[in-house]
């Protein structure tokens, strides 16, 4: 696809701008915690985030005893980011062109960030370049036939739709086949899930009903294949075969 069926990369600074000034973007505490945690961090291992947004996951990076270091394209995202971590080390800078030398990071991790780039195979290319050889990464990506989105259109005759200036989904294997063309080989591969949107827009009263049908039920009879995004524990794959 040419550069031209893509907004501009100011036109998309000036969304984010926005966006944070609105509300800001950030995901649940638990997945940033659990995603520390998936890496099995060694104290004193160096953690890059990728398009780090508020500094959440480097926050609970530094309480593990990892050196983080964060990097996003807004300085509004950088500032709340060293605000939250002021440990880490922060840049602002572009996803697909990382001012880091090769091979400088233990970890890598992209949250929910790699279908909002302009170019996804070039943001990957450069994880994988600062990525140690023995590192790992971990990438969370959406997927396009999440069941909560197949539930909404059942009850309700539609869904919501993506509200970013740039959206992109993807199945389970066709994220795989991604990445494994960009340097990476999945070790792998993890659901995440947030609440069902038929149980959030459901008119029910009793708040509880709802947080236990999502906490104990929904969670576990969601087919993994229907995920609401999968989770990607990656080695970088050697140069020499």
């Known amino acids: 696809m040419s550069d031209s069926a893509f907004p501009s990369p100011e036109a998309v600074r000036a969304f984010y701008d926005r966006t944070y000034q609105a509300q800001g973007l950030a995901d649940p505490a638990s997945l940033y915690r659990w995603i520390v945690q998936l890496l099995h961090p060694t104290p004193g291992r160096t953690i890059l985030d990728v398009a780090c947004s508020e500094g959440h996951l480097l926050s609970y990076a530094h309480q593990a005893q990892l050196i983080p270091s964060g990097i996003d394209m807004l300085s509004e995202a950088i500032k709340r980011a060293k605000a939250r971590c002021p440990e880490a ?64 259109v059942l009850w309700y005759g539609e869904c919501s739709s993506g509200f970013q200036i740039i959206e992109r989904h993807g199945t389970r294997r066709g994220w795989q086949h991604l990445l494994e063309a960009r340097h990476f080989v999945v070790q792998r591969t993890l659901r995440y899930n947030k609440p069902c949107p038929l149980f959030a827009r459901s008119s029910w009263k009793v708040k509880s009903v709802r947080k236990f049908l999502w906490r104990n039920l929904f969670n576990v009879l969601c087919p993994f294949n229907l995920s609401l995004e999968f989770v990607y524990v990656c080695r970088k794959r050697s140069p020499h075969p």
């Open 89 to 152: 080390t922060l840049s602002v800078g572009d996803g697909e062109a990382l001012p880091f030398p090769d091979g400088t990071f233990d970890f890598v991790t992209s949250l929910g960030s790699l279908e909002h780039y302009r170019h996804m195979g070039a943001g990957l290319q450069e994880m994988a370049r600062v990525l140690k050889p023995d590192g790992v990464a971990c990438i969370m990506v959406p997927n396009v036939f999440w069941l909560g989105d197949v539930l909404e």
